[in-house]
């Protein structure tokens, strides 16, 4: 299984971006993300059928998780960026038989994309 995670830059704060990751439309899929010298946590994740969404407290309010299982993308759209949302953002999956449920920690997703980054500047 292959994930690649894209759409990254550069933005100014108060701007907006959406990382697509390509994914199988059979697993769960978070984001997660990694500032320098900082531990990879979680933001958003999805379930495997695409009607259950969770969030970290820092992202509930301004981003935005989706999938489109025939194109077997998966969404993260962010609104109102801050400098602090500045990371390597990673998509990674995992198998689920619960078409609900998704997992939140790194160590319950079995498969990693490589980091797509995001700058947001002040």
């Known amino acids: 299984v292959q994930l690649q995670a894209f759409g990254g830059g550069l933005v100014q704060a108060g701007d907006s971006l959406r990382l697509s990751c390509t994914a199988s439309s059979g697993h769960a899929v978070g984001w997660f993300r990694q500032a320098p010298g900082e531990e990879r946590t979680f933001v958003a994740g999805?379930?495997?059928?695409?009607?259950?969404?969770t969030y970290a407290d820092s992202a509930k309010e301004r981003f935005s998780i989706s999938r489109d299982h025939a194109k077997n993308m998966v969404y993260l759209r962010m609104n109102s960026l801050k400098p602090e949302d500045t990371a390597v953002y990673y998509c990674a999956s995992h198998r689920s038989f619960s078409t609900l449920r998704v997992n939140t920690t790194p160590g319950g997703f079995e498969y990693w994309g490589q980091g797509t980054q995001v700058t947001v500047s002040s």
């Open positions: 999805i379930s495997r059928s695409g009607t259950s969404t």
